[in-house]
């Protein structure tokens, strides 16, 4: 072991369980968007309901990123950019989803956006690890701090775009008391 903590071989399982973690769970969000209970169609009249414009083009967007995001995680590719990804999707649901409902995601709340996006900025400062196709191809990524500002400012700087062009929530009419 390092002065610093962790050996070699400790953050390349930290990495990998963090990575076996995140990824698959990604993957099985998108998947759910595209053909869960209710399919896109049903994915497309949720995101319509959150005020998200146009909303076939986002659910669709939104399995497309979690799927390749949670593929690219599991595989340990080109960090930061999955992590990124994962940041960006997490913003989002926590701006439109989870807004206004308190921490706890058992009320709706933001508990899990900010988890699993925090998560995603520790892998990408931790890096894939050895035990990934980064750690054995020839590429050239982006870990500790670096990798975290990375991920985590171009997650947040891509869904705060995206926001600001595309979410139109419907603005709640005063009840004024009168029947």
Not at 37 to 44: E, K, L, P, W, Y
Not at 57 to 74: D, I
Not at 140 to 149: I, K, M, P, Q
């Amino acid at each position: 072991m390092n002065v610093h903590g962790a050996s070699g071989s400790g953050r390349d399982t930290a990495s990998l369980a963090l990575r076996a973690t995140l990824g698959p769970m990604l993957m099985a969000h998108g998947w759910n968007k595209l053909r869960g209970a209710g399919g896109i169609a049903g994915t497309t009249k949720w995101f319509d309901s959150l005020g998200l414009r146009p909303a076939g083009l986002h659910a669709r967007v939104a399995a497309g990123t979690e799927l390749a995001a949670g593929a690219g995680l599991l595989a340990g590719l080109a960090n930061p950019l999955p992590a990124a990804a994962a940041v960006g999707l997490m913003t989002v649901a926590a701006r439109t989803d989870h807004r206004g409902k308190g921490f706890f995601v058992f009320k709706g709340g933001w508990e899990y956006t900010a988890v699993v996006g925090g998560a995603a900025v520790a892998l990408a400062a931790l890096g894939h690890g050895r035990w990934s196709l980064d750690g054995v191809l020839p590429v050239r990524t982006r870990n500790g701090t670096r990798g975290a500002v990375i991920a985590a400012g171009l997650g947040t700087v891509a869904a705060g775009a995206m926001l600001r062009v595309s979410y139109r929530p419907a603005v709640a009419e005063p009840d004024t008391g009168e029947v």
